[in-house]
């Protein structure tokens, strides 16, 4: 079955640019599905950051919107999110996750990796 | 922005009792509702999807209702693997989550 995996470095500095890669294994990357990055600051819930197609249309969380790139490379099965000028804000557990639909069309998110844990410090 | 509120924030529930959650969206999301599992240390696990259809494995204790902007998830005997943290989620535009429901031993 499809797993992900979410990948990159924990620690990031004040103003810098967080870089995380999520490697899809199982399954390709180029189905019929949607790929979402979600975020989890220490004690709190979940905030959705934005989703991509194989086709690299993507949707972003109009709060993050101006500060996210979610990008795609298909050669390698993976897709990549970066967070420019970081604060201690968006230190959190980021996990990368599969959109999928219903027959009805009731979206959901039915595979998460992990989750990998990014600390924003100088 | 579609806002969700869960209620309660934590529930107190002894082993065998049943446990019910409740979730408001601030507009209408039709049945485009989804309940989250969330144990400590863990990625969330899908429980409901469309409001009331179970995920794959999951169990027949969990049940959700509702449509429109009033939703519940109703687990009907707890056992010691549900105590942990509920959240639900609603896709229209983009993808919003409640704030949790943390389901504590009493």
């Known amino acids: 079955q499809v797993q992900l995996q979410e990948s990159g470095p924990g620690l990031v500095k004040p103003s810098g640019t967080l870089s995380l890669t999520c490697a899809v294994s199982?399954?390709?990357?180029?189905?019929?599905?949607?790929w979402s990055w979600i975020r989890q600051p220490p004690g709190k819930g979940l905030e959705w950051i934005g989703e991509?197609?194989?086709?690299?249309?993507?949707n972003y969380n109009p709060s993050l919107k101006s500060r996210v790139t979610i990008s795609v490379d298909k050669s390698k099965n993976q897709f990549s999110l970066k967070l420019s000028s970081v604060t201690a804000a968006d230190t959190a557990v980021y996990y990368c996750?599969?959109?999928?639909?219903?027959?009805?069309?009731?979206?959901?998110?039915?595979?998460w990796g992990k989750g990998t844990t990014v600390t924003v410090s100088s | 922005e579609i806002v969700m509120t869960q209620s309660p924030a934590t529930l107190s529930v002894s082993p065998g009792e049943r446990a019910t959650l409740s979730c408001r969206a601030s507009?209408?999301?039709?049945?485009?509702l989804a309940w989250y599992q969330q144990k400590p240390g863990q990625a969330p696990r899908l429980l409901i999807y469309?409001?009331?259809t179970r995920a794959t494995g999951i169990p027949a204790r969990f049940s959700g209702s509702g449509s429109g902007t009033e939703f519940t998830l109703t687990i009907s005997s707890l056992q010691s693997e549900d105590f942990a943290v509920y959240y639900c989620?609603?896709?229209?535009?983009?993808?919003?989550f409640g704030q949790g429901t943390k389901v504590e031993i009493k």
């Open positions: 507009q209408s999301v039709s049945s485009n």
């Open positions: 199982g399954g390709s990357i180029s189905s019929s599905n949607w």
């Open positions: 469309g409001a009331s």
């Open positions: 991509i197609y194989h086709s690299g249309s993507t």
């Open positions: 996750a599969r959109n999928s639909a219903g027959p009805d069309y009731y979206y959901y998110m039915d595979v």
């Open positions: 989620q609603q896709y229209n535009n983009w993808w919003t």
